[in-house]
């Protein structure tokens, strides 16, 4: 069974910076993508990657902020959070999916990680 497996959160405080990675039980998917669910809240997309070409999109409340991207002999895809604020404290999940189909919803991801928390104070 193909599983996602997160790590790298932890507690920061704010203006500081952590890196979130996403493996794969060794494969690569054709898509990433990385959401968050804060407490109370739907879970929302944070960024996106296409495995070829690399090519990347991000929500308007990270870009310039945060940076994602893959390494291809690792097989892993990387977060890079900086410049973190309180509002950024969530459960962060990396998601896969097979195919040429972008998506920035959660139906449009197959495979899920548990997720990771990340705590950002003040």
């Known amino acids: 069974q193909v599983q996602l497996v997160e790590s790298g959160g932890g507690l920061v405080q704010a203006g500081g910076s952590l890196r979130l990675s996403c493996a794969a039980s060794g494969r690569t998917f054709s898509n990433y993508a990385w959401f968050r669910q804060a407490p109370g809240k739907e879970r929302e997309f944070v960024a996106r990657?296409?495995?070829?070409?690399?090519?990347?999109y991000y929500a308007d409340s990270v870009k310039g902020r945060f940076t994602i991207s893959r390494d291809s002999a690792k097989k892993v895809v990387d977060l890079q959070m900086n410049s973190l604020k309180p509002e950024d404290t969530a459960v962060y999940y990396c998601?896969?999916?097979?195919?040429?189909?972008?998506?920035?919803?959660?139906?449009?991801?197959?495979?899920w990680g548990q997720g990771t928390q990340v705590t950002v104070s003040s």
């Open positions: 990657l296409t495995w070829t070409g690399g090519s990347t």
């Open positions: 998601a896969a999916r097979y195919g040429n189909y972008v998506s920035d919803t959660t139906a449009g991801y197959d495979y």
